[in-house]
């Protein structure tokens, strides 16, 4: 379906691919896994025809329908909602609906009726008939609630916007879906959701993840890009995750032989050179010295980054850690974000706040991190508890005005000579040419880093982390999962990270918009029990567009009905009768099937965590094929009424 050849892309000096070369065929689903930086979004960028290699080739077989999410979305009005801003996932239907509403008005003429077929062909064809209730079932797994569905799309905030896009995307029936890290933007539950949604998914997948848990169970195959290569695995992760170590050794090795062996030739050359004598071998030598300078052996970006995240020692403090009563915080003194919170986190509690977005979780950090008061209520920190407190908002807590340097010296201002405090900044990867920039001009990984270099000079005890691994590579996830999990300190976290959620969280907190429980176990048996209860979710009110195609149709029969003559009527009565019956049947049975499309709509709206997306999409599919078998039966058999009751004889009656 795809392939990349020989793909070179070059920025200024840097080269982010080099000589890239694999294939992507029909209905496979590709993991695209690597370091931040590596070049994964350019080559989606080739795909999508926005950016053109410097040198080799792409190309793509036949004329596959191909969905990627754009990276600042835009409604096409000031005006436009978001339900409107979805359904544009399928260019031209809404012109294409209008057109066949006009047309309804007049079908007497020949020509407007053939015009209503053909747009009604392609309609049904571009999958215009259950087009909103994809888009609303999509809409609403990702959060969206159907009050939203009315609300301008410029209301929301840049997340809510990417969503959105999201929705516009999966809505789509694309042949090829392009997911650049698709779950950036959403909470634990929406990555649920994704999940089974995309695993239902019968297209051809590429997917763009540090998220172990979509990677593992979506993709079946993984291109690694890396040191402006791409290997491709013909695995899954976790025998990727194997075969890559391997793999690296292997290269380690080569590289080591092809260093001494350059070396070796080096000092000849060095010691020959001016010599007449050897001055032929020493050129040789040269030669061959230039042949292993172009196809030098270069290791994983990877493991040159590794290790540079830690946490320091937490100081002794008191059994509980953080304490809050009857706390309720608003931000416009009308609607309270927070609630009437009661709950208490003990000292090395690892706990994981979940819940939908918007619902406070953010809001809970900042109190605890002292960075906002309740409105009412208490929220009491533990004896002698330190908190450390990393933002998704980096800006809140790292100036992007003052260097790496102030940055770090503001979390730990006295107490450590100058040379030990340098050889930290190393020991977090940050060099002497790195100490001077701006925090403002630091890449994610590189903030991320600076985050936690701060979060070990000051040595807290309580943990607040809040999106920590957003900017994190698989490798950078593993690394902090496994110092978290060897913490002795105390832990309160957000994460949209299921499988980084699931090994490091003792317990959960959910915020609902009821109020707040607290889970005891980790995050399985959270999900044990919240699945035992089967809490309901409102879901929206599906269209039934292949009825009422139908009922417009209908309406145009009883108006043909009306205007027959009586004596044609008296002459045709047999047939007129059968062909009544056929209407009448396929109707009811339209009617049936439609209730049962609402029914497996509901499910896949609101699924249950034993949903099994494949089957329900089955299930919907089979209904909806149906319906249209019905469709075409009631077409033919109205059409006939219809040339019956005008005067000309129908295809029966021939």
């Known amino acids: 379906m795809l392939e990349f050849r020989n793909i070179s892309v070059h920025y200024g000096y840097q080269d982010v691919l080099s000589n890239v070369t694999f294939r992507v065929n029909k209905g496979e689903r ?47 009005s000031p005006e436009e909602t978001l339900l409107e801003y979805a359904m544009r996932s399928l260019p031209g239907i809404s012109q294409m609906e ?122 079946n195959k993984i291109v690694e890009v890396d040191a402006g290569t791409a290997t491709r695995y013909e695995c899954g992760l976790e025998r990727y995750l194997v075969e890559r170590e391997t793999r690296y050794e292997h290269l380690k090795a080569a590289k080591e032989n092809q260093d001494r062996h350059r070396e070796q030739l080096q000092r000849f050359v060095d010691r020959f050179r001016a010599q007449a004598t050897k001055a032929a071998q020493a050129q040789s030598r040269q030669k061959i010295i230039d042949k292993i300078d172009e196809e030098r052996i270069v290791l994983p970006k990877r493991y040159t980054q590794s290790g540079r995240l830690r946490l320091a020692e937490p100081p002794p403090c008191g059994a509980e850690a953080f304490r809050c009563e009857n706390l309720c915080f608003s931000y416009d003194g009308k609607r309270n974000v927070l609630d009437n919170l009661t709950f208490r986190i003990g000292r090395g509690d690892k706990v994981a706040l979940v819940g939908y977005n918007g619902l406070g979780k953010t809001t809970l950090m900042r109190i605890i991190a002292g960075t906002r008061q309740p409105t009412s209520g208490k929220a009491v920190l533990g004896h002698n508890v330190v908190p450390g407190y990393l933002s998704q908002e980096f800006a809140e ?16 201002p006295d107490a450590m000579d100058e040379k030990t405090f340098r050889n930290q900044l190393g020991a977090f990867g940050f060099d002497s040419d790195d100490v001077e920039k701006p925090a403002g001009v630091l890449s994610g990984g590189e903030k991320i880093r600076l985050a936690f270099l701060r979060l070990f000079l000051s040595a807290p005890n309580l943990l607040l982390l809040d999106e920590p691994t957003t900017h994190l590579d698989l490798d950078g996830r593993r690394l902090l999962q496994e110092a ?47 699945s035992q209860e089967n809490p309901a979710r409102p879901a929206p009110s599906a269209p039934a567009p292949a009825r009422a195609s139908a009922d417009g ?5 009883s108006k043909d009905l009306r205007r027959a003559r009586a004596a044609e009527r008296a002459k045709i009565a047999p047939l007129v009768k059968e062909l009544k019956k056929r209407v009448e049947t396929a109707e009811n049975k339209i009617d049936e099937l439609q209730k049962a499309l609402d029914e497996a709509s509901e499910e896949l709206f609101n699924p249950k965590p034993t949903t099994d997306f494949a089957e329900a999409n089955r299930k919907t599919r089979t209904i909806q094929a149906e319906i249209d078998r019905w469709t075409s039966e009631w077409e033919e058999a109205a059409g006939e009424l219809e040339k019956l009751q005008a005067g000309r004889p129908p295809e029966a009656a021939k």
């Open 98 to 219: 209008a057109e066949m509403k006009a047309l309804e008005e007049d079908l007497d003429d020949p020509a407007k009726l053939k015009r209503y077929g053909e747009l009604q062909t392609a309609f049904e064809h571009l999958g215009g008939y259950d087009i909103e209730t994809r888009v609303k079932v999509s809409l609403g797994g990702l959060g969206f609630s159907t009050e939203d569905f009315g609300r301008p799309f410029l209301s929301f905030s840049g997340g809510w916007r990417m969503r959105a896009e999201l929705s516009r995307v999966l809505s789509a029936k694309s042949d090829l879906l392009l997911l650049d890290e698709p779950s950036n933007y959403l909470d634990l539950p929406a990555v649920d959701w994704l999940q089974k949604f995309l695993k239902a998914y019968e297209g051809t997948l590429m997917l763009i993840s540090h998220d172990r848990y979509l990677l593992r169970t979506l993709a």
């Open 484 to 530: 978290l999990s060897k913490y002795a300190g105390t832990v309160l976290l957000v994460s949209h990270d299921i499988d980084f959620v699931r090994a490091t969280a003792t317990g959960i907190i959910e915020i609902t918009r009821s109020g707040i429980r607290c889970f005891p176990g980790g995050y399985d048996y959270y999900r044990e029990k919240t």
């Open 30 to 76: 590709i993991g695209i896994a690597g370091p931040n930086g590596s070049g994964k979004s350019t080559l989606f960028k080739i795909a999508t025809g926005e950016l053109s290699p410097d040198s080799g080739s792409f190309t793509v077989e036949g004329s596959p329908k191909i969905g990627w999410t754009r990276q600042n979305p835009q409604p096409g």
């Open 553 to 557: 149709a209908q309406q145009m029969s």
């Open 397 to 412: 807590t790292i100036p992007p005005e003052l260097s790496v340097y102030r940055n770090a010296k503001n979390a730990k």
